[in-house]
């Protein structure tokens, strides 16, 4: 069983567009992050939910949404697609929003042409 | 200040030698804790060991150790007996407890090849 699963893997898409990436985890988990890997392979956070609620909001453009409709699962909306918004989007979660441990999803590989 | 380090942007280590890969922090928090983690080329994120600042002895799991150098304020991770498939890309990352929120801040990394 996939304990963080993230759909799409893949996901390519032209500037301008309206994309979402789906996060779920079955771990129980309180809490649930996005991360950011860029192509220098830096990785940093984006946002951060516990227990539905955002705890974490980063220095990210407004164009980012993410959106929590239950513990278990965190998505992430991207409006109007920019070129610099290629990048491998990690999905992450923690038992809750004290402990140390993170388990991270697979990544999406967004594409922006 | 960046607050994790990593020296080394690649390394190459010849096959069944041990490897150390370099990693230093920047916290004033007396409670963290350090993680490495793995990424192949497939790109997923693979944990591979956790120190927590008030544990005593040095992280293990199988062939990974962490160094765990407090004052020095490193957290090297030390593969034994290297395989191919160790060849990736090494993440040394820390969570610190800046309020009630917990993040990981993550090193640039070190692209480890493993050489036949």
């Known amino acids: 069983d996939t304990a963080v699963s993230q759909t799409p893997k893949y996901l390519v898409t032209q500037m301008g567009n309206d994309k979402s990436i789906k996060c779920e ?4 988990h309180d809490t649930m992050y996005w991360y950011k890997q860029d192509s220098k392979k830096f990785l940093k956070i984006m946002f951060s939910y516990n227990n539905k609620e955002l705890i974490i909001n980063e220095t990210v453009p407004n164009r980012f949404s993410p959106k929590s409709p239950d513990k278990a699962h965190l998505n992430l909306h991207i409006n109007s697609l920019e070129l610099g918004d290629s990048a491998v989007y990690f999905c992450a979660s923690s038992p809750d929003s004290s402990s140390y441990e993170q388990y991270f999803g697979p990544g999406t590989r967004l594409t922006v042409t | 200040a960046q607050k994790i380090t990593q ?23 007396p409670s963290y804790g350090l993680f490495w983690y793995k990424q192949p080329s497939s790109g997923e994120m693979i944990f591979l060991i956790y120190q927590g600042s008030y544990d005593q002895q040095n992280a293990t799991e199988g062939r990974y150790s962490l160094n765990f150098q407090k004052a020095r304020k490193s957290a090297n991770l030390v593969i034994s007996a290297s395989q191919l498939g160790d060849s990736a890309m090494y993440f040394c990352a820390m969570r610190e407890a800046p309020g009630s929120a917990r993040q990981l801040t993550f090193g640039s990394g070190t692209q480890l090849t493993v050489l036949p």
Do not use: H, I, R, W
């Not at chain 2, 020296?7 to 928090?29: H, I, N, R, W």
């Open chain 1, 25 to 28: 985890q079955n771990l129980g």
């Open chain 2, 7 to 29: 020296t080394q942007p690649g390394m190459f280590v010849q096959e069944k030698e041990a490897v150390t890969l370099d990693c230093t922090y920047d916290t004033s928090d």
